[in-house]
């Protein structure tokens, strides 16, 4: 994309803050903006507005940033360099002036308190009673990259100024990582203790102490086989440079696109070559004595987050590990520690990434199972997490992978009220993909519902009525559909093509202009779709 079409994408983003299309007859819809749902299902909707109201009840101000964010919730009275920046992402997509305020700010808050020398603050924390907040410096703390979330949040409101903020503080942070955590020389991003990676208590870092030594991320503990090289730090600087391509060619940096386009692929094969185990079909870390940490942990799922294996290589971690039910694949998907390995952690405590199934992964879950054609499992696994929460009635942290179970905890966390709401619309909604529509057929259990959003700057909405669903597209009902599919149309509402988002084959008829027309489609194929 370039700067010219950034442009004009950002002034039709503009127009995705207007009205809602048109009354809904089951009454008000909850939300407000360019989203809104309403259902019979009482229970459904209770827990769907509950997470609205966790969300809007966790937007607060932080120390040394002037302008409301979206917090963690629950225990955690601040943002994260991990999850905050696509936390406010998911968010932003609600569409509201207050959602979108807080997606900016869920970035600029740490561009904002960047040091001199390049280093983004791992966490920046809400003020209380006998502490002042602010920022954090004693670990690196990253998962999904901040570039790439920041670049999405600008492409989706054409917003120039984040992305030339994005652009500039990103660059600056990759420099300060090449710098300080690459002691070894290896190319490779090094882990210097346990918060380096957000996963507290895990059993991948037995033995490593949580922060480095005098709070500061340059220093590495003394303790034995550190520094690490790390498959998923590696993974988050590598989609950060694949990101930071995209913004220098928006801006039109065509040379500096080609740079970090090159350093990007380099760091991808390096990673491949040097932290998967093929006889395990594994990634690993590396200790300091060349030897694999060998503990299946979601580091490998951070992997595949940023797309780093190819198209092959995914598939065998996928049937191996990822798709296995006593790995990675069991009632509740996706566990912190691999439940068949050693070192799976039961019972569970709180705040344990040595085996529960958490929230955060499951946000960041259709990132790379969209990506790597798998939206049937990925269906699969977000029906999981909904009847979980809505069996629980509230959202909580992390659940136990085999019973689904919450661990008791404070209430409030925002990660997995946005599970709620973002799977929600991806299990049954309507919603922009790429330059197409994606409308998910899947009604809610009591049969009545009514997804309505802006796509591509127009009023969408997704009616069921216990028999079937009714696509409408501006003025126009472009399809009545029966059956558990995905459907696929331009942005003026050409039918394109249709996915199979259940288990097993699906039988669908699809009646569009006075036509009938009758498919099987099995899980994850995509049929095309005629005139």
């Not at 994005?166 to 300080?180: H, K």
Request: hydrophobic share 40%; net charge neutral; aromatic share 8%.
């Amino acid at each position: 994309m370039n700067r010219r079409q950034f442009v004009a994408r950002g002034v039709l983003a503009a127009g995705w803050a207007g009205a809602h299309g048109g009354p809904l007859p089951l009454g008000p819809a909850s939300g407000a903006g360019t989203r809104s749902f309403q259902c019979d299902d009482a229970d459904l909707q209770r827990n769907y507005d509950a997470a609205l109201s966790t969300l809007h009840g966790n937007i607060t101000h932080v120390a040394g940033f002037d302008g409301p964010a979206l917090v963690e919730g629950s225990t955690y009275l601040g943002i994260w360099l991990e999850c905050a920046p696509q936390e406010s992402l998911v968010f932003g997509e609600f569409g509201t002036e207050e959602a979108r305020t807080v997606a900016r700010n869920n970035h600029l808050a740490f561009f904002a308190l960047q040091k001199e020398d390049g280093q983004l603050p791992c966490s920046i924390k809400v003020p209380v009673v006998d502490r002042k907040g602010g920022p954090g410096w004693a670990q690196i703390q990253m998962v999904v990259p901040i570039a790439a979330t920041a670049w999405e949040v600008a492409q989706r409101t054409g917003d120039s100024e984040l992305l030339e903020k994005a652009y500039a503080a990103c660059g600056r942070w990759d420099a300060w990582l090449r710098r300080y955590r690459n002691t070894r020389g290896t190319g490779l991003c090094e882990g210097f203790c346990v918060y380096d990676t957000g996963m507290d208590h895990s059993t991948r870092w037995t033995g490593v102490p949580n922060a480095c030594r005098d709070g500061d991320a340059k220093v590495c503990p003394k303790a034995p086989g550190l520094p690490r090289l790390c498959p998923d730090l590696s993974a988050t600087v590598y989609g950060g440079r694949v990101a930071l391509a995209e913004m220098a060619g928006a801006l039109g940096k065509r040379d500096e696109a080609e740079r970090w386009s090159a350093d990007a692929e380099k760091l991808r094969r390096l990673i491949v070559e040097k932290l998967y185990d093929p006889h395990d079909a594994a990634f690993y870390d590396v200790d300091a004595e060349n030897d694999f940490v060998r503990v299946r942990s979601a580091a490998m799922l951070r992997v595949l987050g940023e797309h780093v294996p190819d198209a092959a290589l995914f598939e065998t971690v996928w049937r191996r590990q990822v798709h296995n039910e006593k790995a990675f694949w069991p009632a509740y998907p996706l566990p912190s520690v691999a439940v068949d390995d050693p070192v799976f952690v039961r019972p569970i405590p709180r705040n344990s990434w040595g085996g529960a199934s958490q929230a955060l992964t499951a946000l960041r879950a259709p990132r790379w199972m969209e990506h790597y054609g798998k939206p049937a499992e990925l269906a699969w696994m977000m029906q999981r997490w909904v009847a979980a929460i809505r069996r629980r009635g509230a959202f909580l942290q992390q659940m136990d992978p085999l019973s689904g179970d919450f661990t008791p905890d404070k209430e409030g966390y925002s990660p997995a009220a946005l599970v709620l709401l973002d799977f929600v619309w991806r299990l049954s909604g309507v919603r922009e993909q790429g330059e197409l529509v994606e409308w998910n057929l899947r009604g809610p259990a009591a049969g009545n519902a009514r997804f309505a959003a802006r796509v591509h700057g127009r009023a969408a909405e997704l009616v069921y009525d216990g028999k079937a669903a009714e696509l409408r597209l501006g003025r126009h009902t472009l399809a009545r559909v029966t059956g558990v599919v995905r459907i696929m149309t331009t942005r003026d509402g050409t039918l394109r093509a249709a996915v199979g988002i259940g288990q097993g084959t699906a039988e669908i008829v699809v009646r569009a202009q006075g036509r009938e027309k009758k498919i099987s489609v099995r899980g994850n194929e995509r049929v095309v779709l005629g005139e």
